[in-house]
């Protein structure tokens, strides 16, 4: 299936998406610097900047930088007084994202680097953020989904990627860790009486996969 998958992705992209170099040279540039390809796929990028646009973001907490693909995603949909902050673990990746970031003639990210349980506390006086995109270790999602509730408004989006991890957030015995993180932190979604939730599952380029998407009411 996984081919199929891949091949609906390619021909959505390619008839929906612009062709975009920028993007292109960031992901080859990923790639020549060897961090792993496990950036958001194009449609899912596009569906963020959707998100960051129907909401009026203005202000952006991404949790786990990467090459900073899906921070290009969300930092061109912003205003021009918009921007995003976003937090990386590893300092590789972070010096890879910064140049991908400059590359791409933006100068609305800000990139902090350690782990974000340590740069989270720092970013009280950004607060409250529009948007948060919490994609870093899973099994940290239910401390930065305090963090988030803490940093967020009436009105926020909270989104997290990678819930689904090929459906085995449904088995409560998982030895994996990240998908313990993953089912607390669906949990504490669902439980929580200051959000709206859904979450969806996808098939595409990137496997079998899904994301959570929250409001705060
Ligand atoms: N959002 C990126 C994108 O779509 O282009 C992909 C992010 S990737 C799935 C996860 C990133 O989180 C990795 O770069 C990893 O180094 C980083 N990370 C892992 N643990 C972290 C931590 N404790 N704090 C901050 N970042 C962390």
């Known amino acids: 299936m996984h081919a199929k998958w891949s091949a ?16 292109d040279n960031l992901l080859l540039h990923n790639q020549q610097s060897s961090l792993p390809p496990i950036d958001v796929a194009p449609n899912q990028g596009q569906l963020l900047a959707l998100l960051v646009q129907i909401s009026g973001a ?45 590359s791409a003639g933006l100068n609305n990210v800000e990139i902090r680097v350690g782990p974000a349980a340590d740069t989270l506390p720092g970013l009280a006086a950004l607060a409250p953020f529009d ?11 239910p401390l930065y989904l305090e963090w988030a509730l803490k940093y967020s408004r009436s009105g926020t989006l909270i989104i997290g990627d990678n819930v689904v991890r090929d ?24 439980q929580d009486p200051r959000l709206t939730v859904t979450a969806l599952q996808t098939v595409g380029s990137k496997g079998w996969d899904g994301f959570t998407l929250a409001r705060v009411k």
Request: glycine share 8%; proline share 6%; with cysteine.
């Open 8 to 23: 609906v992705d390619e021909y959505l992209v390619n008839t929906l998406l612009p062709a975009d170099p920028v993007l």
């Open 58 to 102: 203005r202000k952006v907490l991404e949790i786990g930088t990467l090459g900073g693909y899906s921070t290009v995603w969300m930092a061109r949909a912003l205003p021009e007084d918009g921007c995003v902050v976003t937090l990386e673990a590893d300092a590789h990746h972070a010096r890879v994202a910064q140049e991908n970031i400059c």
């Open 167 to 190: 459906g085995e957030v449904t088995n409560p015995e998982s030895p994996d860790e990240r998908v313990q993180g993953v089912r607390k932190f669906i949990k504490m979604l669902g």
């Open 131 to 141: 948007l948060i995109f919490i994609d870093a270790d899973k099994p940290n999602n």
